[in-house]
């Protein structure tokens, strides 16, 4: 409690509001309370309230729509390229509350650009997720999956929803992986992925590409396109300029 009273009273409401918003109790889009409304049912003074909702405003949590008051801001993810792999993991590590939505399970034959990418015959057995990724209840990400079903037979007994593919591959069917090649490309959504992600048709996307290979042979073991909303997500990349062993392809 002591701790709570040290923190200047601005920064007390602006972790309350923060709390509404991150503990899924005032949603995306939602208009808040005016800062004279505020003050009056906290007790405090308009200027505090500013002060706070600044901070929120800064945080990306909240902005300012002129001339029509402060929203919950949709949530918004600057991704390191690392964490690409675990889209779960990776809001969870940022606190933004997660939901998933299994939309297609099936087996597939792989068709001859698939057979290419996963070094098998065309027409070999695959497994094809499509899931709908929620943050704080937006959905964000749009994930086709194909994997092998060789390499993890009976997958649809497993809860596909609340775990990310690859901590499946790695913790349940013992898969040891090596490497992965990810590829970025701008890509405007079409008529299926509109309606999934509950967008407007050629609403601008990023589409991330992704092949996981195993360690044992360097064999490709999954093949993925993700779609993120472009209002969702940001990817930032860091380079050593100096390591001499660097290559730019």
Known sequence: ?????????????QEYIADLILTGKLLPETKIQSEREFSEELGVSRMTVRKALTELVSEGLLERRHGSGTYVAKPRVTYESHELVNNIQAM???NIATASQLLEFSEVAASRRLAELLHIEIGHPLYRLVILRFANRVPVILERVFIPR???????EWDLEKNATIDLLVNIY????SRISQNFEAVAAEETIAQQLRVEEAYPLLMLTRILYDTDQGNPVLYSQDFFRSDFARIHTEFDLQN??????
């Open 244 to 249: 001499k062993s660097l290559s730019v392809k």
């Open 1 to 13: 409690m002591s701790d709570v009273l040290n923190k200047p009273l601005y920064v007390q409401i």
């Open 174 to 177: 013992g898969l040891k992986t």
């Open 92 to 94: 969870h590590d940022r």
């Open 150 to 156: 060789a390499l993890c037979p009976n997958l649809e």
